[in-house]
């Protein structure tokens, strides 16, 4: 279901602009849009969207810049639009916490495919219950900082739980080595060695995997980072 879902589409052509409100309004998406960086922050100060149609190309602070800004407030999902077609700005994008990613020119049904799809995936996809984050299998308890695989209680450090935690509290999103570090150990690589991440997450999937080696929970996204998979 589209009505109701508000979208901002962040695009300095008027031409691209007024297609992306023409077809996002016609299944019935409920459409605000800015033309800049500043019109984008000033559109976000006025409430989330569900999400985010950004222009890699816009003047002055550019699309990946604004996407820095758009992280660091929040966790709205975002679509990079670019006629940017190489792998390496696509790499550049989901690093930098976007959720897909769409090259132009690009068919209507295409980009509407992807918007349903992002929407999809960051719907709730688990329960919360008491402070409870409960998938089949699987139940990460906030309050008591208890997990549970099956009717087992796994015995897990303070950190594994946080970075379990952390990743479990927005499934399918995308986070780098550099950005877990931020959020769960409060530090950078300046400071840390990323490979902490990786060697946590080694230690989780043998805690809560039946199959390390296939884990069916933290997912590695080759290049980029992990995600939690519901």
């Known amino acids: 279901m589209t009505e109701g879902r508000r979208i901002l589409v962040v695009e300095d052509d008027p031409d691209v602009r007024h297609l992306l409100l023409r077809l996002l309004e016609r299944e019935a998406y409920e459409v605000v849009e800015a033309t800049d960086a500043l019109s984008a922050m000033e559109q976000l100060g006025r409430g989330d969207p569900d999400l985010v149609l950004l222009d890699v190309g816009l003047p002055g602070v550019d699309g990946m810049e604004l996407l820095g800004r758009i992280r660091g407030r929040g966790d709205v999902p ?24 769409v090259s132009k020119p ?19 996809a688990r329960s919360v219950v008491d402070g409870q984050l409960a998938f089949e299998g699987l139940v990460i308890d906030a309050s008591a900082r208890e997990v549970r695989v099956g ?58 995997e039946v199959d390390p080696d296939q884990p069916r929970w933290l997912v590695t996204v080759r290049g980029v980072g992990y995600r939690f998979e519901p």
Do not use: N
């Open 151 to 208: 009717d087992e209680l796994v015995a897990v450090t303070a950190k594994e739980f946080d970075l379990l935690a952390f990743l479990a509290s927005t499934p399918r999103q995308v986070f780098t080595r550099e950005q877990l570090l931020r959020h769960v150990w409060d530090s950078s690589v300046e400071w840390q060695d990323d490979a902490t991440v990786t060697e946590h997450v080694r230690r989780v999937r043998r805690k809560i």
């Open 106 to 124: 690009f068919s209507a049904g295409e980009l509407l495919a992807r918007v349903e799809s992002v929407l999809r995936r960051r719907a709730p």
């Open 78 to 101: 975002v679509i990079m639009l670019t006629g940017r077609a190489g792998e390496d700005d696509r790499i550049a994008g989901l690093r930098g916490g976007a959720d897909d990613y």
